[in-house]
């Protein structure tokens, strides 16, 4: 089912897992020319994958790139966001051609042409060919995703309680504000699950410290928020701030454990603290050492972590501003023309995240140096596995949320992620529900976007309809920038739709958890496109505004303004389920077909498939005070398969599955 094709002397990525042995005869399905692979694809061939990327569920008609990037503007003409994800499925087996899926293996910037340049070529390029490709064979689409995410390994295990719905800004700066927004939450009988701290807990953002004048006495403050039933979720950086005194740094210099330039000195760039340094997460014993300080944390009481800033972001760094005001000053006195004016203009915006930086300081990675841009895609990656395995030696008994920003395909075994610095734009919400799918193939299954968007002012009506997308994705978090207009539910008027809506996502916790849980325990997507559930249904496979979730479940969020409604194309005979406004639930049937469905912006409807059901409980104040004795069986099957757990297990077993008879 999966072969190995082996190019050169490629740099371990750990990406895949099992043992395979490399094919001597020559690449399956590709044409291989110096550094690109090209396949040529009918006019009907779709092609899936590529994770966390712009455009379509369907990737035909862009180039891409596998390089992690931070991009704060997810708009279609970029090539990359911030995880490489390099797994492809090629599909064409209706009209009798190919359907396969292929893993690039390669921890650089590699590029994919799916009909850019030339409409139907697939062409996938690296400079330097030492790489290792696997081909994926399987019957179904579902079959291919399957076989591939076996040799990647198990998906990361999410704590149930981060599947309740989540709440963040940049920043809420102190524990009073915490507070408040827990209390409002509250006051407004939202359910709310966790609150996360941004870079302002910290003092002036170093690492694994606590700004004690805004979070005085953190631990207790920790357990008094989680006795109110919200734990507290805080953020991790990648680079250290340059600071005498400071352990972190002072162990990190003492040790050489940070990222050296050229002249064997730590690579000094500038972050959120100003001057910092990389520590060096390939490097084993670093790993270990940085993991390690997450203790200090989780000592306290935390259970949970974002790692962001680790593609790796670099504002600037000390060589690349000494070359840009030399520059600047050289333009002094100049009449400045266009050119010169748009050099001047950018000396300094050039400066973030530069190729420039990443070709100049290096990692020590198995014993070797090599440089950082060879395996730029590792790092944000191996920053999260530092996490994980200090998790697992340290709370070795209980499950830890944790997810990043950068990733590369290996990274899913240690946590999930979410898409990064989206806007608080309407065609955001369908790129979360375009991105969702794509980044479950990939291992992904723990995954969400930034709620009501990130960038940029959100709208009461933008943020209704982009739960109703949210209330269905694993990681449920609404997060906004800094600056932006306050965006909590309870920021609305009339909050008591915002409540029904996140009542609904509680009321379907068992059916979600048990889902997801069974997804990540067997290898398989939790939420897939339309084309994967109707294989055969040629306008199932056209469709980028729907999705499956789960086994029983498909959805058609509303992703445009002022509609009060939208088409949906119903792939066989359903159930629809309306959540109303008065939280009441109706069912009715729906036929295989093309409709119009009046989705009022209080009101949620999703469908269920014929012959299944799905079960619902009473919402509660957060998962754990959810009662599943409450659950009431909706769709016109006669059970529903039910996995629960005690949401921390370290040994969930599928097994333990429970048939509820309607
Ligand atoms: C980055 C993250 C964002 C966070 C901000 C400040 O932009 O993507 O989520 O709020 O940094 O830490």
Request: overall charge negative; charged content about 25%.
């Amino acid at each position: 089912m999966v072969k190995k094709f082996r190019f050169n002397n490629p740099i371990a990525t750990y990406a895949v897992v099992k043992d395979i042995e490399c094919e001597k005869g020559a690449l399956s399905y590709f044409t291989h020319n110096n550094n690109a692979f090209s396949y040529t694809m009918s006019d009907t061939t779709a092609v899936y994958g590529l994770g966390e990327a712009v455009r379509g569920i369907n990737k035909r008609g862009w180039i891409y790139e596998g390089y992690c990037s931070d991009d704060p503007c997810h708009t279609e003409d970029k090539r990359s966001l911030y995880g490489a994800h390099n797994f492809l499925i090629i599909d064409d087996k209706n009209a009798g051609g190919d359907r396969f899926g292929v893993f690039f293996d390669y921890p650089t910037r590699i590029t994919f042409d799916i009909g850019y340049t030339k409409q139907n070529e697939l062409v996938v390029s690296v400079d330097k060919p030492n790489i290792d490709i696997y081909i994926i064979e399987g019957d179904t689409l579902r079959d291919i995703v399957r076989n591939f995410r076996e040799i990647i390994g198990q998906s990361y295990v999410a704590p149930k309680w981060a599947l309740g719905f989540m709440q963040s800004r940049w920043s809420y700066f102190t524990k009073d504000d915490v507070e408040r927004i827990a209390d409002s939450y509250s006051d407004a009988d939202i359910p709310l699950d966790a609150i996360f701290l941004d870079i302002d807990y910290m003092e002036r953002y170093k690492d694994f410290t606590i700004h004690n004048e805004r979070f005085p006495d953190f631990e207790n403050f920790v357990s008094y928020m989680k006795q109110k039933g919200v734990r507290l979720v805080p953020i991790i950086d990648a680079a250290v701030k340059v600071e005498s005194g400071y352990d972190v740094y002072e162990e990190g210099v003492k040790n050489n454990y940070f990222c050296k330039g050229d002249d064997n000195k730590d690579y000094i760039v500038g972050v959120w603290p100003g001057k910092a340094v990389f520590p060096d997460f390939l490097n084993q014993d670093v790993a270990k050492w940085f993991g390690d300080k997450y203790k200090m944390l989780t000592d306290m009481g935390i259970e949970g972590f974002w790692n962001d800033m680790n593609e790796p972001a670099i504002f600037y760094s000390e060589k690349g501003l000494e070359k840009a005001f030399s520059q600047v000053d050289s333009y002094k006195e100049m009449s400045l023309d266009a050119n010169t004016y748009f050099d001047c203009r950018d000396s300094f915006s050039k400066l973030s995240n530069s190729q420039f930086d990443y070709n100049n300081f290096y990692h020590n990675y198995n014993g070797k140096k090599i440089k950082h841009n060879d395996v730029h895609n590792l790092y944000g990656y191996f920053m999260t596995k530092s996490a994980q395995e200090s998790f697992e030696r340290n709370c070795p008994d209980k499950r830890i949320l944790m997810f990043s920003r950068a990733s590369y395909i290996g990274a899913h075994r240690y946590g999930g992620i979410w898409t990064g610095d989206n806007h608080s734009w309407w065609s955001h919400i369908l790129l979360c529900l375009k991105q969702m799918p794509s980044l479950n193939m990939c291992g992904f299954v723990y995954s969400g976007c930034d709620m009501g968007g990130f960038n940029g002012n959100c709208t009461r009506d933008l943020l209704l309809r982009w739960l109703s997308l949210s209330i269905f994705t694993p990681l449920m978090r609404n997060h906004s920038a800094c600056g932006t207009k306050d965006q909590e539910c309870f920021a609305f008027e009339n909050t008591s739709d915002f409540k029904n809506i996140v009542d609904l996502r509680y009321r379907l916790i068992p059916y979600i958890y048990s889902e997801y849980m069974k997804a990540v325990l067997s290898d398989d997507m939790y939420i897939r496109p339309l084309s994967f559930d109707y294989e055969n249904d040629e306008i199932a496979k056209a469709v980028e505004d729907q999705l499956m979730v789960g086994e029983s479940i498909m959805i058609a969020p509303v992703y445009t303004q002022n509609a009060n409604g939208r088409y949906v194309y119903i792939p066989e005979d359903m159930i629809q389920l309306r959540l109303n406004g008065d939280s009441t639930i109706s069912e009715s049937e729906i036929k295989k077909g093309h409709h119009y469905i009046d989705i009022p912006l209080n009101e949620v409807v999703f469908f269920i498939k014929k012959d299944h059901c799905i079960p619902l409980c009473d919402s509660a104040k957060n998962i754990e005070s959810l009662d599943y004795n409450t659950i009431k069986l909706y769709g016109n099957g006669k059970s529903y398969e039910l996995y629960d757990d005690d949401g921390f297990t370290k040994a969930p077993d599928l097994s333990k599955t429970k048939t509820i008879l309607k």
